[in-house]
């Protein structure tokens, strides 16, 4: 028969043998969760909560909801025949790529859900006289059957040819011109030679309307032009949409010390850009773009099919959806789908749905 003091060791050296199994299970399986690369957080009585995951190198702020790559921006090509002084997206490189990879691309962000797509550069015309930029918009609108195919082009190597062999494919067409007065377009760096920017402007105008494409005018407001009064030019050209941009700068692109621009000189204020936008508000079709609302509400990918994240004043690049996929890559680009919504980057974009008289 045991006596009380026996009984009395028996229960001691079972607590002892129970805790430490505990604290042996505890830390044996805080090591394999940690050896899986989780993070482990342990509560107050000692038990192991859900294991919270990160992606390796997912940076800081990014966000871990899925974004559909609705409305997309293409820029195949940094080369450009202008001189803009406030262009942030600046010839660094010649590289474009070869045009069945571009396809594959293109397939995969059709699949992600694209809807619309927007080739733009440097100036997208440039390579290839325009047919590598009209096979790629004949793939989009003909193969992959996108709602929307857009440019953005300064219009000086646009001819009528192209219209003809590839403007049915097209939805929409933005030339870029920043004053009405030729000059100061000159000074800007929107133009070439004695050719005429304004002069090309209008003849891309009747051409969109021959050729039943939608016609857009983008405008960037710097230091050069943010007094005119250009509602007299805007109403007579009639464009769909007068996309009004603020000069934005972008570190190594047109600030900073690799950069191949210095755009400092063109940049306004918010108030400067606020009193040209009060200027214009009988243009029906003007909208506007601040600084703010343009850097992150974008979904920018470069001649690398990489997604471009300009929050922080700068392009840091995602790897390339051709290598790991829209969805990965996609998490690196910065976008705010709210800020997307909110400056109106939906709308009506099928010519199909303009109802336009053409």
Not at 216 to 227: A, E, F, L, R
Not at 249 to 278: H, M, P, T, V, Y
Request: hydrophobic share 35%; with cysteine.
């Amino acid at each position: 028969m045991l006596t009380s003091n026996q009984v009395g060791f028996a229960a001691m050296l079972m607590q002892f043998c129970f805790k430490n199994v505990h604290s042996f299970l505890a830390a044996l399986l805080g090591w394999i969760l940690r050896d899986s690369g989780t993070q482990v957080q342990q509560t107050l009585v000692g038990r192991i909560s859900r294991p919270k995951t990160r992606p390796k190198e997912q940076k800081e702020g990014s966000s871990t909801q899925l974004t559909t790559p609705s409305s997309v921006n293409y820029h195949f090509t940094r080369q450009c025949n202008y001189k803009c002084g406030f262009c942030f997206h600046t010839a660094k490189t010649s590289f474009v790529l070869p045009i069945e990879e571009a396809k594959r691309g293109l397939r995969l962000l059709k699949e992600a859900g694209m809807e619309k797509v927007n080739f733009s550069g440097g100036e997208p015309f440039i390579h290839e006289r325009g047919n590598f930029l009209g096979e790629l918009v004949r793939y989009c609108k003909q193969e992959l059957q996108l709602p929307s195919v857009s440019i953005v082009s300064n219009g000086s190597l646009i001819t009528e040819t192209w219209f003809q062999k590839y403007g049915d494919y097209l939805d929409i067409l933005a030339v870029s011109c920043d004053s009405f007065n030729e000059d100061t377009n000159k000074v800007i760096g929107r133009g070439q030679g004695k050719k005429s920017h304004l002069d090309k402007l209008h003849k891309v105008q009747n051409w969109c309307r021959e050729y039943k494409v939608a016609f857009k005018i983008n405008s960037v407001i710097n230091t050069y032009n943010v007094d005119e009064d250009m509602t007299e030019q805007i109403n007579a050209l009639s464009p769909v949409r007068w996309k009004v941009f603020q000069c934005l700068l972008i570190e190594g692109e047109n600030a900073g010390e690799n950069s191949l621009r210095e755009a400092e000189k063109f940049i306004i204020s918010d108030q400067q850009f606020q009193d040209f936008l009060d200027r214009h508000q009988s243009v029906k079709c003007l909208v506007p773009e601040s600084n703010q609302k343009m850097r992150d509400s974008y979904l920018i990918l470069d001649e690398y099919m990489r997604f471009l994240d300009c929050r922080e004043g700068r392009k840091d690049p995602s790897k390339s959806i051709l290598d790991i996929g829209v969805e990965e890559a996609i998490m690196f680009s910065g976008f705010d789908e709210k800020m997307f919504l909110v400056r109106g980057g939906k709308y009506v974009w099928s010519k199909a749905d303009m109802k336009l008289d053409w």
